[in-house]
């Protein structure tokens, strides 16, 4: 296959990013059609993509002629449900994370999958195409600071005095689903993919109380034990003063490493009366901007090629498991098992 034909559905912020992206940096893409039950974000689209045929629904959207694949940048509660509909529809499909709210859903869509291995099905975990998480995964490989036994990582986004995401709380999953969804699927690929055993969490509203109400918390904090001694930690902010934040720490017995200790925007560095320091990133697009290129880029390849892809969909479980498992911690008060 020469090009692949896309469907994008789901215009806002990040689907747009992924319809630009394959507009202008993805060889081998095209997008044909567009979908979203908005009207405005089909403007949106008529203006940007004027070649693509533009549907208010899903299935209108998997009718059209020549569609090839599917990325989807929807609601999370949506996710499962839609990825079948693409599969029975013979169409390969890209999802953004997670894979779904509860273990039943991920488990149907693993189903569904099986039974059509002439696609691809892939969930957007894009810290795993970051330059920088790739030279430290290499690194492990190659034993150079030995066998490592514990990962600290932490999601923190800029405080938006306006508290924009207190709305979408019902239906995100909470903190740990939203946020540390990247550094649970993180701490799994980099300890080696251990079967985790026990989590525990904890938490606090700092800033917005209203999340309160949904279960949820501006910041939570918990812990993973894996088999064979492993362990993680995740950290998860949403009132950050200086900017966005990933950061992750790989333990290991003859070294550490570290990705993202200062979220840096650029290398200039500020020498003034406040003393000597940088700008950082502000949002996760500006930090992982090359990131969601190459991840898509990978997706396009393996669709188009029939390569293999670098993640399966029980990666994708497993990072909901252990996420349903630590917002079950958070607001029962109790560890639970795995």
Request: aromatic share 6%; proline share 4%.
């Amino acid at each position: 296959m020469s090009t692949l034909n896309l469907g994008v559905a789901g215009l806002g912020r990040l689907g747009r990013r992924h319809a630009l992206n394959l507009r202008e940096r993805i060889v081998g893409a095209r997008v044909i059609a567009v979908c979203s039950p908005l009207p405005e974000e089909l403007d949106w689209a008529r203006r940007e993509l004027p070649d693509a045929a533009g549907h208010a629904a899903l299935d209108e959207l998997l009718a059209e002629p020549g569609l090839d694949a599917v990325l989807l940048a929807t609601p999370t509660a949506l996710h499962a449900e839609q990825i079948i509909a693409c599969l029975d529809a013979g169409k390969h499909v890209f999802c953004e994370k997670p894979l779904a709210l509860n273990l039943e859903d991920c488990l149907r869509v693993e189903r569904a999958a099986a039974r059509r291995p002439e696609l691809k099905a892939m969930v957007g975990f894009v810290r795993r195409f970051d330059p920088s998480y790739q030279d430290a995964a290499a690194k492990l490989a190659q034993g150079l600071v030995g066998r490592p036994y514990l990962v600290r990582s932490q999601t923190c986004d800029l405080n938006d005095d306006s508290g924009f995401f207190v709305q979408f709380a019902p239906a995100s999953g909470g903190i740990f689903m939203d946020c540390s969804i990247h550094d649970i699927d993180l701490a799994r690929w980099l300890l080696g993919a251990p079967r985790p055993l026990r989590v525990w969490a904890s938490g606090v509203n700092a800033v917005h109380g209203a999340l309160a109400q949904y279960g949820d918390v501006d910041n939570g904090v918990a812990m993973c034990e894996f088999e064979d001694g492993k362990l993680a930690c995740f950290y998860a902010s949403r009132t950050q003063a200086h900017g966005h934040e990933t950061l992750t720490e790989i333990f290991a017995t003859q070294g550490r490493l570290s990705v993202g200790a200062n979220p840096r925007a650029n290398r200039v560095e500020i020498s003034d009366r406040h003393g000597v320091r940088n700008e950082c990133v502000t949002d996760f697009y500006q930090r992982f901007a090359e990131a969601f290129t190459l991840e898509l880029q990978h997706f396009v390849d393996a669709a188009r090629l029939d390569r293999p892809l670098a993640l399966s969909l029980a990666d994708a479980r497993e990072a909901t498991r252990i996420g349903l498992a630590i917002t079950e911690a958070l607001r029962t008060r109790q560890a639970v098992e795995l």
